[in-house]
């Protein structure tokens, strides 16, 4: 064999991995998830969340989710909770859809797949006098698909689902809270007001202290 065939032949070689690494190296860049930019001013340090309003038919959940909610941001490490007096920014979460539909039936016509989704809104208020918003009503959506066979293995009971869901929905409570949207607020008359929150001795204006 001559040197120039040698020469040739680890020429391609070379050729050939340096290409498989560059795939390699695009291939794990397609999969890698894209980091999004905070739009949450930075003086916004610590927040506070109060009791969520619950619109839909579901009891309970306005109590499950904001303590998922609460640990979200705990474990986020971006912001501090803080007291409603103290924080920079208070964070009001709306609950307007919660639904448990079926999704795969077996021949008997028994359910062995179902399908979880919250659906809400986030919105974000300074607090300082006046209680200006910072951007408009953030939509936030979570789903949660489970094995509701209870002859299968991978039975998933209703509670650990349930808590699956809830946990969900709180990151992406943290997540729109952080990088969400930031637009203005909607300025249209047909669209409701941000309803008053009312603590549990059902003072108007005041805020359920969770600290």
Not at 27 to 35: I, Q
Not at 58 to 82: C, F, N
Not at 117 to 146: C, K, S, T
Not at 190 to 209: H, K, N, V
Request: charged share 30%.
């Amino acid at each position: 064999m001559s040197k120039t065939t040698s020469f040739a032949g680890q020429a391609v070689r070379w050729t050939a991995a340096v290409l498989t690494l560059l795939l390699g190296v695009g291939a794990l860049s397609a999969c890698a998830p894209l980091v999004r930019e905070r739009t949450l001013p930075p003086s916004i340090r610590t927040v506070h969340v109060p009791m969520i309003v619950n619109r839909t038919s579901e009891p309970g959940l306005e109590e499950r989710i904001v303590v998922a909610v609460q640990e979200e941001i705990m474990a986020d490490g971006r912001l501090r909770l803080e007291n409603r007096r103290r924080a920079d920014a208070h964070v009001r979460i709306f609950l307007t859809e919660f639904s448990d539909r079926p999704l795969v039936f077996d021949v008997d016509g028994f359910p062995t797949n179902r399908f979880y989704e919250i659906r809400g809104d986030i919105l974000v208020e300074e607090n300082i006098p006046g209680r200006p918003q910072i951007g408009d009503f953030r939509p936030v959506r979570a789903e949660h698909y489970y094995d509701a066979d209870p002859r299968r293995t991978t039975f998933d009971p209703e509670p650990r689902s349930k808590e699956e869901i809830y946990r969900k929905f709180a990151r992406e409570v943290v997540l729109q809270l952080l990088t969400g949207e930031l637009e203005q607020p909607d300025e249209d008359p047909a669209r409701p007001a941000a309803p008053p929150i009312i603590d549990r001795a059902g003072i108007r204006g005041s805020e359920l202290r969770l600290f």
